[in-house]
């Protein structure tokens, strides 16, 4: 008992590290085992990700005092501390900026009640069959207040959230086809209409926990053990590991692949730092005329519809989320498949911060704001590395990343030479960023793997939170842009 009363006094004198409170969990399984007979929940994952060995996670409190303050102060706030947390944990700038954001969306003053918005982050997460997140807001929501009854189905919801659905759906698929019309259905209805303040928040709501499902689904983030498919009362064995995890290689005994593969893309990194060298200095000796530029973009944006996401390597979920939306069959996959075209949206570089921003700002203050900050920490974080080369300016690479994601949204900026994309991104990374962006759901550990393979965890971490903050803001373009059209 003496092992745990000290446990115990770590917690309260809020000095823990994230090892501790796994320690904490240890002494309390032998203790109930041994004096209370309890049954004990066994952990079905190991550690917070699927795709990122659980000792290089746990590392970073050990390492990086920012990050172990944040922890902290996230487990005094919440009670708790989720595994996306733990994963964010690898870059403590951003996620400080992620988590003051959150925490305004979901707890503080706004026009929407607090059961509502976690009743739409339940919706925009099943969306994408995130059963993680769904169920982290299920709880949430019966927290606050929320009538269980709602949890049976949207058709259980009132009107007003039903009429939600709609917007939703667009959003997170196709969110290019959003128009004025939308908004006005939404602000026009006789009994339960929304009110311009209220639909920002729904939208920005929306937006946020789509692009958290991609980094969810990106970062094979598990569930904790207290969650829903997050632990089991037997021993495990390999009947309990997910579906996916043992078709695509997450259990164990795959580490002479590994290897082999390093050795397979020896000098990657090199070629990637000569190729952005070369368009550096290309850049410097001519510049493309608009009409090129324009070309390029065309023909990046047509090329990204014929890339593939992975269409036959889908997880099973743990809990059935389908009766939050509707319309299940409705995705990207469709929109490229039917040939359709995806119309240009014209934008100049600053146009988030010009227009964006100070719509988002007026209707709901200070998240404008809030938003802003965590778009350029995710756009222009840096630790001027690549892999074991120190000293880089990755300028060049995160704006390429960005630029394709809302290039498959068909944004354009006019000042950016869409011809650097194909000599950046290889072909399995941009499976990687499509599947993330538009199919989350069915991101595999193989895919994870199968890009920049010399590279850390970390390093990949940024990327997909360069991806989940991109998706975000193509998303909040579109919608601000539609709300604009019925303003004016």
Same mark, same amino acid.
């Given at each position: 008992m003496?092992?745990?009363?000290?446990?115990?006094?770590t917690?309260?004198?809020?000095?823990?590290?994230?090892?501790?409170?796994?320690?904490i969990?240890a002494?309390?399984?032998?203790?109930?085992?041994?004096?209370?007979?309890?049954?004990?929940p066994r952990?079905?994952?190991?550690?917070?990700?699927?795709?990122?060995?659980?000792?290089?996670?746990?590392?970073?409190?050990?390492?990086?005092?920012?990050?172990?303050?944040?922890?902290?102060?996230?487990?005094?706030?919440?009670?708790?501390?989720?595994?996306?947390?733990?994963?964010?944990?690898?870059?403590?700038?951003?996620?400080?900026?992620?988590?003051?954001?959150q925490?305004?969306?979901?707890?503080?003053?706004?026009?929407?009640?607090l059961?509502?918005?976690?009743?739409?982050?339940?919706?925009?997460?099943?969306?994408?069959?995130?059963?993680?997140?769904?169920?982290?807001?299920?709880?949430?929501?019966?927290?606050?207040g929320?009538?269980?009854?709602?949890l049976?189905?949207?058709?259980?919801?009132?009107?007003?959230?039903q009429?939600?659905?709609?917007?939703?759906?667009?959003?997170?698929?196709?969110?290019?086809?959003?128009?004025?019309?939308h908004?006005?259905?939404?602000?026009?209805?006789?009994?339960?209409?929304?009110?311009?303040?209220?639909?920002?928040?729904?939208?920005?709501?929306?937006?946020?926990?789509?692009?958290?499902?991609?980094?969810?689904?990106?970062?094979?983030?598990?569930?904790?053990i207290?969650?829903?498919?997050?632990?089991?009362?037997?021993?495990?064995?390999?009947?309990?590991?997910?579906?996916?995890?043992?078709?695509?290689?997450?259990?164990?005994g795959?580490?002479?692949?590994?290897?082999?593969?390093?050795?397979?893309v020896?000098?990657?990194?090199?070629?990637?730092?000569?190729?952005?060298?070369?368009?550096?200095e290309?850049?410097?000796?001519?510049?493309?005329?608009?009409?090129?530029?324009?070309?390029?973009?065309?023909?990046?944006?047509?090329?990204?519809?014929?890339v593939?996401?992975?269409e036959?390597?889908?997880?099973?979920?743990?809990?059935?989320?389908?009766?939050?939306f509707?319309?299940?069959?409705?995705?990207?996959k469709?929109?490229?498949?039917?040939?359709?075209?995806?119309?240009?949206?014209?934008?100049?570089?600053?146009?988030?911060?010009?227009? #964006?921003?100070?719509?988002?700002?007026?209707? &709901?203050?200070?998240?404008? +704001? =809030? @938003? $802003?900050?965590? /778009?350029?920490?995710?756009?222009?974080l840096?630790?001027?590395?690549?892999?074991?080369?120190?000293?880089?300016?990755?300028?060049?690479?995160?704006?390429?990343?960005?630029?394709?994601?809302?290039?498959?949204? #068909?944004?354009?900026?006019?000042?950016y030479? &869409?011809?650097?994309?194909? +000599? =950046? @991104? $290889?072909?399995? /990374?941009?499976?990687?960023?499509?599947t993330?962006?538009?199919?989350?759901?069915?991101?595999?550990?193989?895919?994870y793997?199968s890009f920049?393979?010399?590279?850390?965890?970390?390093?990949?971490?940024h990327?997909?939170?360069?991806?989940?903050?991109?998706?975000?803001?193509?998303?909040?373009?579109?919608?601000?842009?539609?709300?604009?059209?019925?303003?004016?």
């Amino acid at each position: 008992m003496r092992n745990a009363t000290a446990a115990t006094e770590t917690m309260e004198n809020n000095s823990f590290t994230v090892t501790d409170l796994y320690k904490i969990c240890a002494h309390c399984e032998r203790l109930s085992k041994k004096d209370l007979g309890v049954r004990i929940p066994r952990p079905l994952g190991n550690g917070p990700s699927r795709f990122i060995p659980e000792k290089e996670i746990l590392q970073v409190s050990k390492v990086d005092p920012r990050a172990q303050s944040i922890f902290e102060d996230s487990f005094a706030a919440l009670g708790r501390l989720d595994n996306i947390s733990l994963v964010m944990g690898f870059h403590p700038q951003y996620l400080e900026s992620f988590l003051r954001t959150q925490h305004y969306l979901l707890q503080m003053d706004g026009p929407l009640s607090l059961h509502y918005r976690h009743y739409i982050g339940i919706m925009a997460a099943a969306r994408h069959q995130c059963s993680y997140l769904v169920n982290l807001h299920v709880n949430d929501f019966l927290q606050v207040g929320g009538d269980p009854k709602w949890l049976n189905g949207l058709d259980g919801a009132p009107q007003k959230l039903q009429a939600l659905g709609e917007l939703n759906k667009i959003l997170a698929h196709r969110p290019w086809l959003l128009t004025k019309a939308h908004i006005e259905h939404l602000l026009k209805a006789e009994e339960h209409s929304w009110s311009l303040a209220e639909l920002i928040h729904a939208v920005v709501l929306l937006t946020h926990y789509h692009s958290l499902a991609s980094f969810t689904f990106g970062c094979g983030i598990t569930p904790e053990i207290h969650s829903d498919g997050g632990h089991t009362f037997r021993p495990l064995s390999l009947s309990q590991y997910c579906v996916c995890d043992i078709a695509n290689g997450n259990g164990h005994g795959n580490d002479l692949e590994e290897r082999r593969s390093s050795h397979q893309v020896s000098g990657e990194v090199e070629v990637l730092m000569e190729r952005m060298k070369q368009l550096q200095e290309c850049r410097d000796e001519e510049e493309a005329s608009q009409e090129e530029m324009a070309t390029r973009f065309e023909r990046e944006k047509t090329e990204s519809m014929l890339v593939a996401t992975a269409e036959d390597e889908e997880c099973v979920q743990s809990r059935d989320v389908s009766r939050h939306f509707e319309d299940p069959s409705y995705g990207y996959k469709d929109f490229s498949r039917r040939g359709e075209h995806v119309p240009t949206f014209r934008c100049f570089f600053q146009y988030w911060e010009d227009h #964006g921003y100070s719509l988002v700002n007026r209707l &709901y203050p200070d998240v404008g +704001q =809030l @938003l $802003d900050e965590k /778009f350029q920490m995710a756009y222009n974080l840096t630790y001027n590395t690549m892999a074991m080369h120190k000293d880089v300016d990755t300028t060049m690479l995160r704006r390429a990343i960005w630029n394709y994601i809302h290039c498959m949204f #068909g944004i354009r900026y006019d000042d950016y030479d &869409y011809g650097e994309i194909n +000599q =950046l @991104l $290889d072909r399995s /990374f941009k499976v990687y960023i499509k599947t993330m962006v538009c199919s989350p759901e069915k991101t595999t550990k193989r895919m994870y793997e199968s890009f920049w393979r010399q590279f850390q965890h970390s390093e990949k971490v940024h990327v997909n939170l360069l991806l989940m903050e991109a998706r975000m803001q193509a998303e909040l373009l579109y919608a601000l842009r539609a709300i604009t059209c019925y303003m004016t």
